[in-house]
């Protein structure tokens, strides 16, 4: 990822971390996490389809794959890959179009054209075990594997922030998360080759992902997905150790 790395050197960014490699062992429970974020079960909803009216079209998957910002054409080109005669192919030049349509500022385009039998087909699908590896090979493509890549530019080796850093890829986008690095980089005063501790720059990271969901009206509801982090690290569960015990959006979870 480039063009955050490019933000970190130019800062002079460090991080008071040694080089051990990063640990994904807890990748179980951090997906689970966002899954209570995205759809109040830790189990992934891989058949969930609405349109929930954030202007994004119809959005659907574990992760909320949307087909009005391109990563829902993304992910029926990549089940294309895996069963090339699945019965969403027929959704392709509908979900292009979109593609090829006006967006707003934030890449938005919440037209559904052509997509009227889009749900239904989306979740018959759900029996197909490459159904659902085409949903986790591209949310490793576009949330997993750059959460990785910038936890270890940063430096950092816990689990608690590959797990936020994760979820605000989910949340956010790569552009979302650029923004959201930079901020937190000037609000720790990184630069003349000062080092922050990445416990101090995660604190800071969610203060800023906070005022950024709680001043936008379609995720003003979606705080919990900071509080949660913010009490985890609160309570020195820097490993995401089980069992961990989890209040969002008015409903209590038990990840064992």
Request: a positive charge.
């Amino acid at each position: 990822m480039p063009s955050v790395r490019l933000l970190f050197l130019a800062a002079f960014f460090t991080l008071s971390l040694g080089t051990a490699a990063l640990a994904t062992s807890a990748k179980t429970t951090i997906q689970e996490l966002t899954s209570i974020f995205e759809n109040s079960t830790p189990v992934l909803q891989y058949i969930f389809v609405a349109n929930i009216g954030d202007q994004r079209g119809y959005t659907f998957g574990f992760v909320g794959f949307t087909s009005g910002t391109y990563s829902g054409t993304m992910f029926l080109e990549q089940y294309q890959k895996l069963e090339p005669g699945n019965p969403l192919v027929r959704f392709l030049p509908a979900f292009r179009a979109i593609d090829a349509g006006p967006h707003d500022s934030a890449g938005r385009n919440p037209s559904t054209a052509g997509l009227d039998d889009f749900p239904a087909a989306f979740q018959a699908c759900g029996g197909d075990p490459r159904f659902q590896r085409a949903q986790k090979l591209l949310v490793d493509r576009l949330s997993w594997n750059p959460a990785i890549q910038l936890a270890r530019q940063l430096g950092a080796h816990r689990n608690i922030t590959l797990g936020e850093l994760y979820d605000a890829y989910v949340n956010h986008g790569e552009n979302g998360v650029r923004q959201l690095v930079a901020r937190t980089n000037r609000l720790c005063h990184a630069g003349g080759g000062r080092r922050v501790s990445e416990l101090k720059w995660l604190k800071t990271f969610l203060s800023v992902r906070m005022a950024t969901l709680a001043a936008d009206p379609t995720w003003v509801h979606a705080v919990d997905r900071i509080t949660v982090y913010q009490t985890l690290l609160a309570e020195k569960n820097y490993t995401l150790r089980l069992p961990l015990s989890v209040d969002c959006y008015g409903n209590h979870f038990d990840l064992r």
